[in-house]
């Protein structure tokens, strides 16, 4: 069903939730903004300006939250400052509005890496600097600071930003490009470093799919298979396995972002 629209309309947003607000931040909608909206889960309507990032435009930025804090990892950077990929973490406090602060960097900058949280951590995973990355790194969200290295990823993999997303203890990273595209999805243990771990395969092989988790399910909804996609998936988080058709979005959609009011990060800071 339909719930409001953007300020902006923008492909490749970043975006993260409380269980009052959903977040969505940077984007690009033919040059690139440095926009943070939000909604009232509980509440239709339209989206409402919550404040800018920390610094200039960026897009294909990695999203994540605890209950109170929202996280943004890289990104692509635009003028007016020198157009790149950037290692820039910002951070919001959700329940209130205002601009970006910066949090740190992470342990190597790079753009459209996945994002999941347990409520504790926020753990990034493969992107693009280039080369394409299968690196894992991850902050303590109630301190602020630089990022650590985690692991990584199965394989080497962009385009994976807004299809990550995980409960209180698994994080699972789904689809990306190498440059084919992939369908595959591998699993981490958020509380301990690591590799990646194969769960499964995604219905069909696509980039760029917003996702959206409770402590149960993981979904995956549209993307670019190179086409828009309007396939919905899902799996059971705590258990490997290929994912199982959920059903249709009304209109293929790829390159969105996506929250949820239940998702596993929703805990500590």
């Not at 490749?12 to 607000?21: A, E, H, T």
């Not at 900058?109 to 790194?137: C, E, F, H, Q, T």
């Not at 979904?219 to 996609?229: E, F, Y």
């Amino acid at each position: 069903m339909h719930f409001g629209d953007l300020t902006l309309a923008r492909s490749n947003i970043s975006s993260c939730s409380s269980s009052i607000r959903g977040i969505w931040a940077g984007g690009a909608d033919g040059s690139y903004s440095d926009i943070i909206e939000y909604v009232t889960i509980a509440s239709a309507g339209d989206a409402i300006d919550f404040g800018n990032l920390s610094t200039a435009n960026r897009a294909y930025m990695g999203g994540t939250s605890s209950s109170t804090r929202g996280i943004f990892g890289g990104g692509y950077q635009a003028s007016p400052l020198s157009a790149g990929t950037v290692d820039i973490i910002d951070y919001i406090e959700i329940g209130t509005l205002g601009n970006a602060l910066d949090f740190g960097n992470l342990f190597v900058g790079r753009y459209s890496a996945g994002a999941v949280s347990n409520g504790v951590r926020a753990v990034w995973g493969g992107g693009m600097d280039p080369p394409i990355k299968s690196l894992i790194d991850y902050v303590t969200i109630s301190s602020k600071g630089n990022a650590t290295k985690f692991g990584d990823l199965t394989a080497a993999r962009r385009m994976l930003a807004e299809s990550a997303c995980s409960n209180n203890v698994r994080g699972i990273f789904a689809g990306g490009q190498q440059p084919v595209l992939l369908s595959v999805m591998d699993y981490i243990t958020i509380a301990t470093e690591g590799n990646a771990v194969y769960f499964g395969d995604l219905t069909e092989a696509r980039t760029r799919s917003v996702s959206g988790s409770t402590n149960t399910r993981g979904l995956w909804a549209g993307g670019l298979n190179p086409n828009n996609s309007n396939v919905i998936d899902y799996a059971n988080i705590s258990s490997t396995g290929n994912a199982q058709d959920f059903g249709d979005l009304n209109l293929g959609t790829g390159a969105a972002g996506g929250c949820s009011d239940s998702h596993g990060g929703l805990g500590g800071f």
